[in-house]
């Protein structure tokens, strides 16, 4: 048995589960934990089909899932190695999850956030240059229902996520729109997105809201840009979590 196979310590077996998920789901769990660290190799065929309770065909039909999704590199000969991070998919749900679920350190939300503001805040910027009439109607609808609903937390919060997908959709780039929604529903189930409370939460969140719609208002693109970015990064700050280690001031 080699190194890397020794190296790896078996948990038991996840049950309840369809064999090829997982097999999946626990390999990129061990990959993105940095438990079977970049650049080296999986353990060989042997062990981990007796590991998982699967034959040779499972077994290669999950590595393949590994593959597509950037986590592995199969070499004939050489055996299938980890990939750098830089070309996992993170955009893939499974890959997504099992990074911010294994998040001590809070920095794929961070990442998260930047990414989401820079993309809304550019969806922003064109709904600010296209929008019609009746598409500022729709956008200061939604910021309406935001005020009406606040004594409502649970309401209000949902009126939140729809003014952004309504600004997403309006901007009618598609490409942003979908990788922004990926990234912005699987953190809205992460309870360390969330984060904590702070003072007059809601108050700040719809004054934000309402520099965006103004912006909006008056087509004035850069505003509109600046508002949001500003909205997504600064909220994220107030209510992030210190990680372990972590000065709480951040």
Same mark, same amino acid.
């Given at each position: ?99 911010? @679920?294994?998040?001590? &350190? ?5 990442? *998260?956030? =930047?990414?989401?503001? #820079?993309?809304?805040? !550019?969806? $922003? ?74 003072? @007059?939460?809601?108050? &700040? ?5 309402? *520099?965006? =719609?103004?912006?909006? #208002?008056?087509?004035? !693109?850069? $505003? ?27």
């Amino acid at each position: 048995m080699s190194a890397e196979a020794d190296a790896f310590a078996f948990s038991s077996r996840r049950p309840a589960e369809r064999l090829g998920v997982a097999v999946v789901s626990e390999l990129v769990e061990r990959i993105v934990t940095g438990e079977i660290p970049e650049g080296h190799l999986l353990p060989p065929e042997g062990p981990l089909c007796e590991h998982f309770g699967v034959s040779r065909t499972v077994l290669r039909e999950s590595i393949k899932r590994l593959e597509e999704k950037g986590l592995v590199v199969v070499a004939q000969g050489r055996g299938t190695q980890v990939a750098r991070s830089g070309s996992w998919n993170m955009l893939d749900p499974i890959v997504l999850s099992a990074l911010i @679920d294994n998040d001590e &350190s809070l920095g794929i939300l961070d990442e *998260l956030t =930047v990414v989401r503001g #820079s993309l809304e805040s !550019a969806m $922003a910027g064109t709904v600010a240059l296209r929008r019609t009439p009746e598409e500022l109607t729709r956008v200061e609808h939604v910021l309406e229902s935001m005020r009406e609903m606040r004594h409502d937390s649970d309401s209000s919060r949902q009126a939140d996520v729809v003014f952004h997908l309504t600004i997403m959709e309006l901007s009618r780039n598609r490409l942003a729109e979908n990788i922004a929604k990926r990234l912005y529903r699987r953190a809205l189930e992460s309870s360390r997105y969330h984060g904590m409370g702070y003072e @007059d939460a809601f108050h &700040s969140t719809l004054n934000e809201h309402a *520099l965006v =719609v103004d912006a909006i #208002s008056r087509q004035d !693109a850069e $505003a509109a840009e600046r508002a949001m970015r500003d909205h997504i990064v600064g909220s994220w700050k107030r209510r992030r979590l210190a990680a372990p280690g972590e000065d709480a001031g951040l």
